[in-house]
């Protein structure tokens, strides 16, 4: 049973930094094209980033040059690094995952088969 468990959301001033874990259990990520998608109130869910599988990363343009993706194979933990956070970030931050081999993913919910339950981040002085 494949598993996406978030970690290390929470409250942060404007401008600050926050750093989010996504632990996944039953499948390897190795070559897993996985994303970070967030949700927030009154809006659809909308992808923020994602790390293709040769480790190609795309952004949306709101959090591009703020945010980084990485993955820890070893670990099997997806990153979501957000420095230099706006209000407008608040939101809850989901992670994804998907089977296939997909070299760039898109930021489209139907490329992942697999989410973990979200972890809330909230920006505000």
Do not use: H
């Not at 401008?15 to 994303?35: H, K």
């Not at 995952?97 to 972890?119: K, N, R």
């Amino acid at each position: 049973q494949v598993q996406l468990v978030e970690s290390g959301g929470g409250s942060v001033q404007p401008g600050g930094s926050l750093r989010l874990s996504c632990a996944v259990s039953g499948m390897p990520i190795t070559y897993s094209p996985m994303a970070w998608f967030r949700r927030s109130p009154g809006k659809m869910r909308e992808g923020v980033a994602t790390i293709g599988s040769g480790g190609t990363t795309a952004y949306s343009d709101s959090v591009k040059g703020r945010f980084t993706i990485s993955k820890d194979i070893a670990k099997a933990t997806l990153y979501l690094e957000m420095n230099s956070l706006k209000p407008e970030d608040t939101a809850d931050y989901y992670c994804a995952a998907s089977a296939l081999y997909i070299s760039t993913p898109g930021l489209g919910e139907s490329e992942y088969g697999y989410w973990g339950q979200g972890t809330q981040v909230t920006v505000a002085s």
